[in-house]
């Protein structure tokens, strides 16, 4: 079955990015994490949403890394089974008060297939 959160993984893991479905239990100095946060079924086509976390050490640094990746994501090749990404807001600050780690967040909307 079709994973569109792997898939948004695997495509920034092969981009060079350590990437995450989840934060990890000892995440690097820098990591991005993907998460499916809804969307809309219609005919055999999924249109999810997707909210992209990036994490650093500063504010700066985070900020940074996800202009990197909206721009890898939006100018760049799709993950595999994407046909259209666009940037819905974001990114902004999205300070996580439980670790006190800076990161920004972008969402999504992207259109993909629902099988291999």
């Known amino acids: 079955m ?3 959160t792997e898939a948004f993984v695997s495509h920034l893991l092969a981009l060079g990015h350590a990437a995450y479905a989840n934060v990890p239990a ?9 998460e499916r946060t809804g969307g809309s ?3 055999l086509v999924d249109h ?3 909210a992209i976390q990036c994490w650093a050490a500063t504010d700066e640094a985070a900020e940074r890394l996800a202009n990197v990746v909206r721009t890898q994501l939006v100018t760049g090749n799709r993950p595999t089974g994407v046909t259209r990404v666009d940037v819905d807001s974001g990114p902004y600050r999205f300070y996580d008060e439980y670790t ?3 990161r920004y967040q972008m969402a999504l909307d992207a259109t993909c297939q629902l099988t291999d």
Request: proline share 19%.
């Open 26 to 34: 000892s995440p690097p100095a820098e990591f991005v994490t993907v």
């Open 48 to 50: 999810p949403s997707i």
């Open 100 to 102: 006190r780690c800076p």
């Open 2 to 4: 079709y994973s569109v």
């Open 41 to 43: 079924v219609t005919d």
